[in-house]
């Protein structure tokens, strides 16, 4: 998605220790256990493994200075999620769900998961990812085939901020596809949406931020 499917990352000496140094892509730097793979193989790993690879990610890896460190999670409540919350020193949690009800028990479960007393992550937000389709045809036309607002719904109901929607539009696909993120896509309400959706993001961490310095 990132148009970086042959780049590998580098090695840097970092004070005399070699150290990961990530690929980096429109301006964002990124390390995947995908680089360290053959590309269509599976990476067949149990908990302990894949959390000693995560864990070497941010250990042996030069970041340097960051504005945001993402960390995109498989979905569900299993062990790497464990595994990072007892690791790193997490800002919060983004949970990514689609409208229907089906995927909404698994955002649910997930939020529930961050506020339990023994992870205690705070959730940033909540996004609703293909809510609603709109032709390329008839741009004006929204279509909620996987039902409306129902992340929008949870947020409020379960009082977790919400983020923003994400439409299902073909022009998402084709970015991913090209490796050109659908943000360049200029005056789409598709690259519209992806702004927005950073400009909450960034203002609840700040609240968040705010309100642990009040709190210490």
Same mark, same amino acid.
Do not use: C
């Given at each position: 998605?990132?148009?970086?499917?042959?780049?590998?990352?580098?090695?840097?000496?970092?004070?005399?220790?070699?150290?990961?140094?990530?690929?980096?892509?429109?301006?964002?730097?990124?390390?995947?256990?995908?680089?360290?793979?053959? &590309?269509?193989?599976?990476?067949?790993?149990?908990?302990?493994?894949?959390?000693? =690879?995560? @864990?070497?990610?941010?250990?042996?890896?030069?970041?340097?200075?960051?504005?945001?460190? %993402?960390?995109?999670?498989?979905?569900? @409540?299993?062990?790497?999620? %464990?595994?990072?919350?007892?690791?790193?020193?997490?800002?919060?949690? $983004?949970?990514?769900?689609?409208? &229907?009800? $089906?995927?909404?028990?698994?955002?649910?479960?997930?939020?529930?998961?961050? !506020?339990?007393?023994?992870?205690?992550?705070?959730?940033?937000?909540?996004?609703?990812?293909?809510?609603?389709?709109?032709?390329?045809?008839?741009?004006?036309? !929204?279509?909620?085939?996987?039902?409306?607002?129902?992340?929008?719904?949870? =947020?409020?109901?379960?009082?977790?901020?919400?983020?923003?929607?994400?439409?299902?539009?073909?022009?998402?696909?084709?970015?991913?596809?090209?490796?050109?993120?659908? $943000?360049?896509?200029?005056?789409?309400?598709? =690259?519209?949406?992806?702004?927005?959706?950073?400009?909450?993001?960034?203002?609840? $961490?700040?609240?968040? !931020?705010?309100?642990? &310095?009040?709190?210490?």
């Amino acid at each position: 998605m990132f148009d970086v499917v042959d780049q590998r990352p580098t090695m840097i000496d970092v004070d005399g220790q070699p150290m990961m140094n990530p690929v980096v892509s429109y301006g964002i730097k990124i390390l995947s256990i995908g680089f360290f793979t053959e &590309q269509d193989n599976a990476v067949v790993w149990r908990g302990p493994m894949a959390a000693k =690879a995560m @864990t070497q990610l941010f250990t042996d890896a030069y970041w340097g200075k960051l504005d945001y460190l %993402l960390i995109d999670l498989p979905p569900g @409540t299993g062990d790497i999620h %464990l595994s990072l919350v007892q690791t790193v020193p997490l800002d919060g949690a $983004v949970i990514v769900s689609t409208p &229907q009800e $089906v995927a909404l028990a698994d955002a649910r479960k997930g939020i529930n998961m961050f !506020k339990m007393d023994t992870i205690n992550v705070p959730v940033i937000g909540l996004i609703e990812n293909m809510a609603w389709f709109t032709p390329e045809e008839l741009p004006d036309n !929204k279509y909620y085939i996987f039902g409306r607002d129902g992340a929008l719904n949870l =947020a409020h109901g379960m009082g977790v901020p919400f983020l923003g929607h994400i439409p299902l539009v073909q022009g998402v696909r084709e970015a991913g596809d090209a490796g050109r993120p659908a $943000v360049f896509q200029e005056n789409t309400p598709t =690259a519209k949406a992806f702004e927005e959706i950073v400009a909450t993001f960034v203002e609840q $961490v700040e609240l968040l !931020k705010a309100k642990t &310095q009040h709190v210490h």
